[in-house]
């Protein structure tokens, strides 16, 4: 069974970027790959969507500020993170869609 490891999380300022990625223990070029994140004391919430083809989907509320791409080759999917804000924090998780496949997830803390 394929596995994801997410890294690149991090304490930021307000207004600070970052760029987390999900790596694939084999091929996922075929596979649609989904970002999510959970603040605390609330539930998961998806942030979006890499397709196997066509363009990615961002929920509105991050929409214009972040951004997801693919690397098949490197059997990758990153989620670029800009003009993050304290509700940005969050512990942030990929997952193949439908299945119970997910990383073990990296932490995102945005503070002044």
């Known amino acids: 069974q394929v596995q994801l490891v997410e890294s690149g999380g991090g304490l930021v300022q307000p207004g600070s970027s970052l760029k987390l990625s999900c790596i694939a223990s084999e091929d996922i070029s075929r596979e649609a790959v989904a970002w999510y994140r959970q603040a605390p004391g609330k539930q998961r919430e998806l942030v979006g969507t890499?397709?196997?083809?066509?363009?990615?989907n961002l929920v509105d509320s991050v929409k214009g500020r972040f951004a997801i791409s693919r690397y098949n080759s490197a059997n990758a999917v990153y989620l670029q993170m800009t003009s993050l804000k304290p509700d940005d924090t969050a512990v942030y998780y990929c997952?193949?869609?439908?299945?119970?496949?997910w990383g073990q997830g990296t932490q995102v803390t945005v503070s002044s």
């Open positions: 890499s397709f196997a083809a066509g363009s990615p």
């Open positions: 997952n193949i869609p439908f299945t119970d496949i």
